[in-house]
């Protein structure tokens, strides 16, 4: 598949080289939006979709082999996250797989904790999680902007879809630790403010939330775009409501570093 000006896209997403099916997938997934659901075309079409994108279902559950749970079982957890993300895809983004990924490896890790297994992050994706977190530090200040995955790749001489795990459970690794997590029935003052801001520069904001990793911009449009709790993000997306928490705080002040230089 060529690059078909990937390099000049702000979004955060895995390499199309790695993932090529995107560039078949993504039209598909755009006239599925504008089939009725209710239309037998549009279960045909999700069903081909599905079909389609099983190899990445395989690719992630093959990291949890050996973990206490069979194969098969994962697959078909995986599948679900699957299915999640074709049904929950916005159909005017480029790159399916950058959504994909975070939303089939929470199902599985979820998977996990309601059998009640310790799901054991692999040391040498803590090691990976700590040197991203070095690594966007300092392409953020050379670039001036938050890093792709793929330059975050490039830097590290890392696999793309490694590096978009590594920042999936990066946040459980984090060094400053929170002084609180509030009541999240109700949103905060600063959440409030950044909610409106959402609202109102919504175009100013558009090229800034692509910047954004795929799992923030998701948390993101959960909590403005459909009010859901922090405690309710944490159960869709399958992290702890600290790392829901943390997340927010970390993207609604990137937004407004970036739109006070923007403005």
């Known amino acids: 598949m060529t690059r078909d000006g990937s390099a000049a896209r702000a979004s955060i997403e895995p390499s199309p080289q790695l993932h090529p099916a995107d560039a078949a997938v993504v039209p598909l997934l755009r006239r599925l939006s504008t089939i009725d659901a209710d239309d037998p075309a549009h279960a045909v079409l999700r069903e081909q979709i599905v079909e389609s994108q099983l190899g990445l279902v395989h690719h992630l559950a093959q990291r949890f082999?050996?973990?206490g749970e069979p194969y098969d079982d994962l697959v078909q957890v995986g599948t679900i996250g699957l299915l999640n993300a074709v049904d929950r895809f916005d159909a005017s983004r480029d790159s399916f797989t950058a959504f994909a990924v975070p939303t089939i490896l929470g199902e599985i890790r979820r998977h996990f904790r309601d059998r009640g297994w310790a799901l054991r992050v692999p040391r040498r994706l803590q090691d990976l999680s700590r040197r991203v977190a070095e690594a966007r530090e300092t392409l953020t200040h050379s670039l001036g902007r938050s890093p792709t995955v793929p330059e975050l790749a490039h830097h590290l001489d890392a696999d793309a879809d490694l590096v978009l795990e590594a920042i999936d459970t990066g946040s459980a690794y984090a060094t400053v630790p929170l002084p609180s997590v509030p009541d999240d029935t109700q949103p905060?003052?600063?959440?409030?403010?950044?909610?409106?801001?959402?609202?109102?520069?919504?175009e100013t904001l558009r090229p800034l939330l692509e910047r954004l990793p795929a799992r923030e911009r998701t948390i993101l449009a959960l909590r403005f775009g459909r009010g859901m709790s922090q405690s309710q993000i944490a159960a869709e997306v399958g992290v702890s409501q600290m790392h829901v928490s943390r997340l927010l705080a970390r993207s609604l002040s990137t937004l407004r570093d970036n739109l006070a230089d923007e403005t």
Not at 188 to 201: H, Q
């Open 65 to 67: 082999r050996g973990r």
């Open 188 to 202: 905060t003052l600063g959440e409030v403010d950044s909610g409106m801001e959402l609202v109102e520069n919504r």
